[in-house]
């Protein structure tokens, strides 16, 4: 083997293990540490967090209630919980938001239909 290509292999193998370390030495995100950051980032009066995952913390499905998403629209409130979560996303696979309503909307939504 010729010392170029032994080079060449050391080196994508040095690759590989930081790769390898930076992708496995990231936190595992949390149900209660989403819940806190939207609580905090939008003073959200009520979020509901669930781990689809299986418990790895990859893939969670969220439903927000906050003041701060009167007046906009269903991208923008999408964009504002993404934001709220910019750090944990580096480490989430999949967040599904399942509601991202204003207060009155959800109260809306629980009145009896008449």
């Known amino acids: ?9 050391l080196s994508c193998r040095a690759d590989s293990q930081i790769i390898t370390k930076t992708l496995f030495s990231r936190a595992m995100t949390s149900a209660a540490d989403v819940e806190t950051k939207l609580r905090d980032k939008l003073g959200a009066q009520e979020v509901t967090v669930m781990d689809t995952s299986g418990g790895c913390g990859a893939s969670f499905d969220v ?3 906050s ?4 007046g906009k629209r269903l991208l923008d409130r999408h964009r504002m ?9 580096k480490s989430i696979h999949a967040l599904s938001i399942r509601q991202c309503w204003t207060p ?3 109260k809306a939504k629980q009145a009896p239909q008449q």
Request: glycine fraction near 4%.
């Open 81 to 89: 919980i993404n934001n709220a979560l910019e750090e944990e996303m």
């Open 67 to 70: 003041e701060q998403f009167e």
């Open 1 to 9: 083997m010729s010392l170029s290509r032994l080079a060449g292999r």
């Open 104 to 106: 009155e909307q959800q």
């Open 63 to 65: 439903a927000v209630i």
